[in-house]
């Protein structure tokens, strides 16, 4: 009998020693869910977005008022639909999670969609932009944090025009994603009549060579190549263009707002146009919050450019398993009324789709090897100049 | 796809010289890039009956060591473009020689009794794990990396030719380096060796050929072509990623198979052919240039089936 006792004292200790969080009332424990490409051509991206959500469940295991105790299950979609599928049914499947922050890539978000609505887990994207996500059905186990890449093509089209440019060639990857932001750029220009297309061309998302698309396009001699597509294959295009001595400006999506992009091409990445919906990270009402912590942390990668949205979505699943516990109808209930909810990326209100109004676009220029706002830039003030800007 | 502008000389019919002139040079730069990899499987396939699948990944690895060797030369203060582009290319084709042979040695030999699927998978698995190598353990290996532009970057404009003196310069080596390997073939005992490995084991081993010798040495050619053919991948480019090695593999397997397994001439052929069917398949075709390798697959399976060994029938093989 007092062996016994003994035992189990050692063993309470050791348990203590190997888990020094564990505060002195255990807490229930709580699962939730991170999905986002942790390997391949976009990963900076989804591990700056990783980082991001385990931040938002540590500051909320050291949280003392919290109820729960959380834990990160993180899967990896690689940025590809079919991963994409599986690991969604993987998560969607295990009762024990409760919620999930998910997805960068639009193909793999578009993709697992009627995957969550199957097993009724309530998700909020985190970082895809294609508006059919939230809007092709009305699933309300879908939400998204940030905005859609119908806005930032309008903003887009709008600076292309307001520029003076008249002509522009449009590449875009042929996944949903590419073919998405081609659509909404197409009509937004369009609809400013100011500047054709003259020319659009579909590329694969893993493709390395653009010579051949890219000599087409060097005959059809265009002001401004659009790229709806991400960061790896917008490195080579942008790369290539240079060899064949294309001097265009290179107008971009927030599919190439990354560090990686600027690393991937040094001085060449100067003048590179891109667009993202919200306020960049530094501006946003809890940014400075979100930077120090996640500096404190010292993870090996950058936030990148969704690693605020993703703070945020994760922030609100465990605010809302807080409130109303850990249960997936009252979670996806809570989530169907949320108003002007604060967060660091801004106040957030879900419409009927479960899509957040992102109303703020920015706009940025790569100058110096960094992304700026193009209304501080050195190119709207006009010290510095765009190929062929007024 | 969308509208001309009214007035645009840019069609595709009445194209000029100077454009046809760039689609040429575009063409000819893949194709040498191909074609050097597809005779890294023909010289595989024709000594040991085996289709080595991490050949590609051997690029990459290959393309990643030189990179590597840049950053360390400039960190230890080289300046020199060509001493830096010299060090590099003896550093990587050396390496992946020695890469090559580790593979032959440990991994493929053993398995010679073992049904060829076996190579294959085996050697398939290892390009992934070389594949995720790159990525995990290079420095930030998940992301594009700039690639130094070693070679001097002259270039005149011939109306929508851009002809660039660093792309002369690396036609000019792969040239040099695919008759170096005609050459070692043909005109050298090792190359008689290796012919006689390729077209019977055994009754080369009965004339005093050391095999594995002979084995080791082929592969380490490959590798180190595999090696050159990364770093002008690099050059060519001035971007690396952990991924280019999987899709040149494929295209490079796939030149060899039509240009005939084993024949280095068929490799060449099958480089340039894939090369030209992919610039085709962009310029001429009316639909999007998203469907060029679907075309160039597409003309690749039909010449298959119509030369199921080749276009240049393989003169070594003994089978049937």
């Known amino acids: ?390 | 796809m969308a509208g001309r502008v009214p007035g645009h000389d840019g069609g595709d019919l009445d194209m000029d010289a100077g454009l046809l002139a760039q689609y040429i040079m575009n063409g000819l730069m893949l194709g040498m890039m191909y074609a050097l990899v597809a005779v890294g499987f023909t010289l595989f396939f024709g000594v040991l009956d085996v289709i080595k699948f991490s050949h590609g990944d051997v690029l990459t690895v290959g393309a990643f060591a030189a990179l590597a060797t840049y950053v360390g030369l400039h960190a230890a203060g080289v300046n020199s473009s060509w001493l830096d582009l010299l060090i590099m290319l003896v550093l990587s084709t050396l390496a992946m020689a020695l890469l090559g042979m580790g593979i032959a040695r440990y991994l493929v030999m053993p398995l010679r009794s073992a049904p060829a699927l076996n190579t294959l998978l085996i050697t398939l698995m290892l390009g992934t794990v070389l594949r995720e190598s790159v990525r995990l353990f290079y420095p930030q290996g998940a992301n594009p990396k700039p690639f130094p532009a070693l070679l001097p970057r002259a270039s005149v404009d011939l109306g929508g030719f851009n002809l660039r003196l660093d792309n002369v310069l690396m036609l000019a080596a792969g040239v040099l380096v695919i008759l170096g390997i005609q050459y070692l073939l043909n005109r050298t005992k090792l190359g008689l060796a290796i012919r006689a490995v390729a077209q019977d084991e055994e009754t080369a081993r009965t004339m005093g050929i050391n095999f594995t010798a002979i084995v080791l040495i082929t592969f380490a050619i490959g590798s180190g072509l595999a090696a050159f053919a990364g770093v002008m991948n690099g050059l060519y480019y001035n971007e690396i990623n952990f991924g280019i090695g999987l899709y040149l593999g494929v295209i490079g397997f796939s030149a060899a198979i039509i240009g005939g397994l084993g024949s280095i001439y068929g490799a060449i052929l099958g480089g340039f052919l894939f090369a030209g069917l992919q610039t085709i398949g962009t310029v001429l075709l009316p639909f999007a240039s998203a469907y060029k390798d679907v075309f160039a697959f597409a003309v690749v399976i039909a010449i298959m089936a119509w030369r199921p060994t080749g276009l240049i029938q393989e003169k070594i093989s003994e089978r049937v």
Not at chain 1, 44 to 65: F, H
Request: net charge neutral; charged share 25%.
């Open chain 1, 1 to 390: 009998m007092r062996k016994t006792c003994r035992r189990m004292i050692v063993g309470i200790a050791a348990l203590a020693f190997a888990v020094p969080t564990i505060a002195a009332e255990a807490k229930d424990k709580v699962k939730v869910g991170f999905i986002g490409p942790l390997t391949g051509g976009t990963s900076a991206n989804g591990l700056g977005g990783r980082n991001s959500a385990d931040l938002a469940v540590r500051l909320r295991n050291a949280d003392p008022k919290a109820k729960y105790e959380y834990e990160l299950v993180v899967l990896d979609d690689e940025c590809k639909p079919n991963v994409a599928v599986q690991v969604a049914t993987k998560m969607a499947a295990d009762k024990d999670i409760i919620a999930g922050a998910t997805h960068y890539c639009s193909a793999t978000a578009i993709a697992t969609v009627d995957t969550y609505h199957k097993f009724g887990f309530p998700v909020i994207v985190w970082g895809a932009v294609l508006p059919d996500i939230t809007y092709r059905n009305k699933y309300e186990e879908v939400h998204r944090v940030n905005g859609t890449m119908i806005n930032q093509n309008d903003a887009n089209a709008e600076l292309i025009s307001k520029l003076g440019y008249k002509t522009v060639a449009v590449i875009h990857d042929t996944t949903d994603y590419g073919k998405g932001h081609n659509e909404y750029f197409s009509k937004s220009l369009a609809k400013i009549g100011k500047a054709n297309i003259v020319g659009t061309f579909g590329v694969t998302a893993e493709q390395q060579d653009f010579s051949s698309e890219l000599t087409k396009i060097k005959a059809l001699n265009p002001e401004v190549i659009y790229f709806g597509g991400l960061t790896p294959i917008g490195v080579r295009i942008r790369a290539q263009m240079d060899k064949l001595g294309i001097n265009a400006v290179f107008d971009g999506t927030s599919g190439i707002v990354s560090d990686s992009y600027i690393q991937g091409l040094g001085p060449l990445a100067e003048g590179t146009l891109a667009f993202r919906e919200g306020a960049p990270t530094e501006k946003l009402p809890g940014g400075k919050f979100f930077i120090e912590k996640y500096n404190a942390q010292k993870y090996d990668n950058p936030p990148e450019a969704y690693g605020a949205f993703a703070f945020a979505a994760m922030d609100m699943i465990l605010d809302t398993i807080e409130k109303v516990g850990p249960d997936r109808k009252k979670v996806i209930a809570a989530l169907a009324d949320v108003k002007d909810r604060d967060s660091i990326v801004g106040k957030i209100t879900f419409d009927d789709h479960g899509q957040n109004t992102v109303p703020v676009i920015t706009k940025y220029v790569v100058q110096d090897g960094k992304f700026v706002e193009w209304d501080d830039s050195d190119y709207a003030s006009g010290k510095r100049k765009l190929p062929g800007q007024k």
